[in-house]
């Protein structure tokens, strides 16, 4: 079993629609990052969490430490959101990012 | 403030060559983390560095592959003997000193082994 699942790994929306990525890690993390790559392109980093919630834009990212759970949420989706989204988790004590497979979206007009 | 910049983007080389990739962190940035991702794979963590320190390089494979963090200069990744498997997108990430838990990437280097 992964140490970073993801949750799907495929989502498929139509523009407008309301989206849903989750990420359940089973170590203890000291921060959480939510990061953003399209196809050939490079990594962005969106959020970067330890509690609570951020909220950037159309973007919002929540993380329930206890559970060990975080979703990233994408209001009134747009094309330009299709990517993939990966969730990676910094591991307590450690310099080291553990990442999930990731979450491919595409977003139809 | 310039990024993290990773040079070069696009890496051709036959079996049996030398690749070095090259990662210059964001100004004030004193780590390097390097990552590789397979074709169809997600990222993994290869080594972390400090300038002139190798802090862990538990993800390296234990032959042919190399990363220093001079001084002076970018970081380099170097590949020895590069094989079809060595394929794949490596990144390069950097943090401040004092915000370890805040990694920024680069763009990354594509290197295809043919």
């Known amino acids: 079993k992964n140490e970073v699942e993801q949750s799907p790994q495929n989502l498929t929306a139509q523009e407008g629609e309301f989206i849903t990525i989750n990420c359940s890690y ?3 993390i000291s921060a959480l990052h939510w990061l953003q790559q399209h196809p050939g ?12 919630k951020k909220k950037h834009g159309r ?3 929540t993380i329930n430490i206890q559970e060990k759970h975080s979703s990233l949420h994408i209001t009134a989706s747009h094309p330009r959101d299709s990517a993939v989204y990966i969730c990676a988790v910094l591991v307590y004590n450690t310099d080291k990012l553990i990442f999930g497979t990731g979450t491919r979206l595409q977003v139809f007009p | 403030n310039a990024g993290v910049m990773q040079n ?3 890496l051709v080389r036959r079996r049996g060559q030398e690749a070095r990739l090259r ?3 964001m100004k004030g940035h004193s780590h ?3 990552y590789r991702q397979l074709p169809e794979e997600g990222l993994k963590f290869m080594v972390y560095l400090q300038k002139e320190n190798i802090i862990d390089e538990s993800g390296m494979p234990k032959e042919r592959f190399s ?5 002076e200069g970018p970081s380099i990744l170097r590949i020895q003997q590069v094989v079809r498997g060595d394929s794949a997108a490596y990144f390069c990430a950097s943090s401040p000193p004092a915000y370890r838990d805040t990694q920024y990437f680069g763009p990354g280097t594509r290197l295809t082994v043919l």
């Open chain 1, 59 to 61: 973007l919002i990212a």
């Open chain 2, 32 to 34: 390097v983390y390097w």
């Open chain 1, 41 to 52: 392109g490079g990594i962005v980093s969106l959020f970067m969490l330890s509690s609570g």
């Open chain 1, 26 to 28: 089973s170590v203890g």
């Open chain 2, 23 to 25: 990662c210059s962190p």
């Open chain 2, 67 to 71: 990363a220093e963090f001079p001084k």
């Open chain 2, 8 to 10: 070069p983007r696009h």
